[in-house]
């Protein structure tokens, strides 16, 4: 009976304008506002790019762009999947006293910080104006790896925020994880994707044969969701001339993948969201 | 063939269980591995049933602790039953605490519109919403500042006049009647009985007996998690 009056397009109207207020509401009361979002990766950036220029920056081409478009790739995961866990909090009060479908929440998480990316993003394209770069991007490819990047990110988060009440360990443990994955993704160092995934298979057999830190943490930095997602957004957006666009079956494969993770994680989500009020 | 409940549950069973403190870390199983952790369990709720009709007004009265709030949380979906089950054949709202939600940095009709949104209040609705808050709240000249500018009184005004606009057919409300001035407090008693008049049906829990008996076509009495009597117009105190 509850759940006929949230309508898709209730929903929707739902996620956009919390989504937006929350927004807005985030940085209210402080004295720089929104620029605190940018602050965080921008200090990344300039630290990095000051530590990692001479050892990579021959070997990558536009390195001040790839850099910062890792970066803002990876605070948006880290920044969503974390919002995931503390948005229970936040929201505490409807959690308790309102029969809503609790997967709002976890939308109107996406979408604020979908919104914060797109803010981000506008400044990269402003760099790779000024810094030469074509206006020409082939955008079709933009809404894809924006869902792809909503997906993984609330896909994971989703799975952190059911569990994280029950288990009081898991945002300390993803604290650390996500410092140790900063390192496993190609943000800052070289990355390329040389083969088709699907005929890369083979490879993992040889973590089979040889069991080794390097050879796991190779295929891990190679094969992750993260991974591919920045080397894609990256040959879209930065290399756009000189390398190949995603293939049809490559996005097809890469979507399906995040789809059905996303599924898996909204449907452990609504198992557990239920038992929330009771481990508050 | 008496009507279909609008409303109904049958041996709602709830019990609650935390770990005592301190809870157990791992270098405590270590330290101390015989130690055994220990829980409290506690049956909120202790196989309740009752059914409420179209336009019916029921009133829950009982101590603190006796599982009024929980009852209404299980009726409301908030919480899953360990037994039994519930039906429900309606648009249902719940109002656990007036105010919920609000923001301080925004404006009343931010805030109502927001309220509105979330009690899944079709678009169309929310405007007339927004006239009906806005004459019965008494709060015109504040409407368009942010929340933060007004009185606590004002807020509970302005939280019992969204409550009171939701358009559901069943009300759950616990413990909303103590708002703002002995006038405001009439001005509210009146509304819920124009609510009633016009056909809505509603659980109402409440400490003050007379405002249940006054309001209620019958009322429920809770201890310890049970309906140990009802008192009503046509069924005696038992």
Redesign the interface.
Known sequence: MLKSRYTFLQMTRIVWAVGWSDFTLKYRGSILGYLWSLLAPLAKFLVIYYVFKPLVGGEIAQYPLYLFLGIIMWEHFTVTTTHCMTALKEKQAFFLKIPFPRMLIMLIVGWTNMIIFLTHFLIFVVFVLAMGGSPWMPWLYLPILLLQMTLFALGVGMLLASYCLKYRDIQHLWGILSQVLFWLTPITYVYRLDAPISTQWGRFLELLHHPTLHTTFDLFVQFQPLSILIYDMRRVTLYAATQAFPSLPHILGVTAVLVALFALAARVYHYRSQYFIEEY | MSPVPILSCEHLTKS?QHALVPVRHIQERIILPHRRKRVWVTKAVDDVSLTLQRGEWIGIYGPNGCGKTTLL?ML?????PDAGAVQ?????S????LS??F?E??TAI?NV??HA????V??KDIDAILESVRAFAGIADHWDLPLKCYSTGMRLRLGFAVTMASPADILLLDEILAVGDVDFQKKCRMRLMDLKVSGRSALVVSHSLADLEAMCDRVLFMERGRIVCERGASVPLS
């Open positions: 609650f949380r409301a979906g908030l919480l899953p429900s054949h309606a648009d249902l719940c109002f656990f605490e919920v939600g923001h940095e925004r931010e519109r927001m949104m979330l009690q899944g079709a678009r």
